[in-house]
Structures are given as structure tokens and as C-alpha cells.
């Protein structure tokens, strides 16, 4: 019930120009960025993407109601007082090849700009971001469990998806906060245990 009441409401204000008019009154003198990473129709939850329509949709958005600019054209827009109609810029990080087949392609047809956030050691090494590599390792692993006694994880379970994923958001969420060296050292040591099939 609550759903399609949320809906009817969303459209409702979109029709009404009630978003127009609080983004007339909210957002002057502000700009929003729009942090983008993979953007695909693969469907595989241990990599989620943001759908190719969803993407296209939410390009239309920005093209209608904002300025769209290079980042640094907004970041200079800011410093020097933000004169005039709201700002936005998209940003992609990472580089992942939907970059360049799915999203380049769409952000073009639109003739916006975008600026990307090359993580630059996968192509210098060739080896995965290590966000990546714990994704795949969890995604195949043939254990039933898992324990990281370094990060406090005692026998999470991997059995189906959905308990999968949620060992992978808490590993991924633990790791985030740990430095460089202890990643790498964890990641290695889940490989050394769990992966059985080889990374590609």
C-alpha cells in the first residue's frame, strides 16, 4: 500500500513544478555532483551497476534542470560565489569497460560533460581493484563460512545469495576502514582460503 501511495505522491510533485520551485528556492548557490561507478544491465548483485535506462533517465534529468559542467567548471563556479541558475556535474570512478561501452555513449548523445577517476593499478598491473577481487572471491567461494578473526568476523555464512552478500557488505565495510597493508594482508588471506576458481 505505502509503495504506490509513495509513487502517486512523487509524481504528483513532479507534474505540479513543486520540485521546480523548491530547487528555485533551496538550491541557489549550490551544486551537486553525481558519483557514478558501473553502469550496466548485467544484474549480477555482487557487482551492482546502475541500470542503462535509469542512467539515460537520470541524464535527462540533470540536462533539463541544471547546468551541466566539468567538475572543475563547477568547482570554480563555487569560489567565486556561485552566481546565477544551480549547478551539476557527473563523475565516474574507477574505470570499469562499461565505462567506456554503456555510459560514454550515453553521456555523449546528450553532449554533456564528465569526468572520470581512473584507478590507475588495475591497467599499470593488471590486477583487480581489491574491492573487486573480495566481490569475486566471496561471489565463488565453496566454503559455508568464512572467519577474519583480524577484523572481528567469526563464521559468517556463504551459503545462499542473499547471506553472500551480506558477509560481503560487512567484509567490505570492515575493510573500508582499515589501511592499505592490513587490506592487502586480509584480501590474500581470504583468497588463500576461499578462492578456488581463478580470478579474471
Known amino acids: 500500500m505505502m509503495v504506490p501511495l509513495k509513487r502517486a505522491v512523487a509524481f504528483c510533485l513532479l507534474r505540479s513544478g513543486a520540485l521546480s520551485w523548491h530547487r528555485a528556492r533551496h538550491e541557489h548557490r549550490r551544486a551537486i555532483v553525481l558519483g557514478y561507478h558501473r553502469v550496466n544491465d548485467e544484474g549480477d548483485p555482487f557487482f551492482p551497476a546502475l541500470p542503462r535506462k535509469v542512467f539515460g533517465d537520470q541524464l535527462d534529468y540533470l540536462a533539463a534542470h541544471y547546468r551541466v559542467q566539468p567538475l572543475e567548471d563547477v568547482v570554480a563556479w563555487l569560489a567565486a560565489g556561485a552566481e546565477g541558475p544551480p549547478r551539476a556535474s557527473i563523475t565516474i570512478d574507477d574505470g570499469y569497460p562499461d ?98 576458481i581463478l580470478c579474471r
Open 99 to 196: 565505462t567506456l561501452e554503456v555510459a560514454l555513449p550515453e553521456i555523449r548523445r546528450r553532449g554533456l560533460p564528465a569526468t572520470l577517476f581512473l584507478a590507475t593499478a588495475p591497467p599499470e598491473t593488471g590486477a583487480p581493484l581489491w574491492t573487486d577481487l573480495t566481490r569475486w572471491i566471496v561471489k565463488h567461494a565453496r566454503a559455508a563460512n568464512v572467519s577474519v578473526p583480524a577484523l572481528g568476523l567469526r563464521a559468517e555464512p556463504l551459503g545462499r545469495t542473499a547471506s553472500r552478500l551480506r558477509t560481503l557488505a560487512t567484509l567490505l565495510g570492515l575493510l573500508k576502514t582499515r589501511g592499505p597493508a592490513e587490506v592487502d594482508g586480509v584480501v590474500a588471506e581470504l583468497r588463500a582460503r576461499l578462492d578456488r
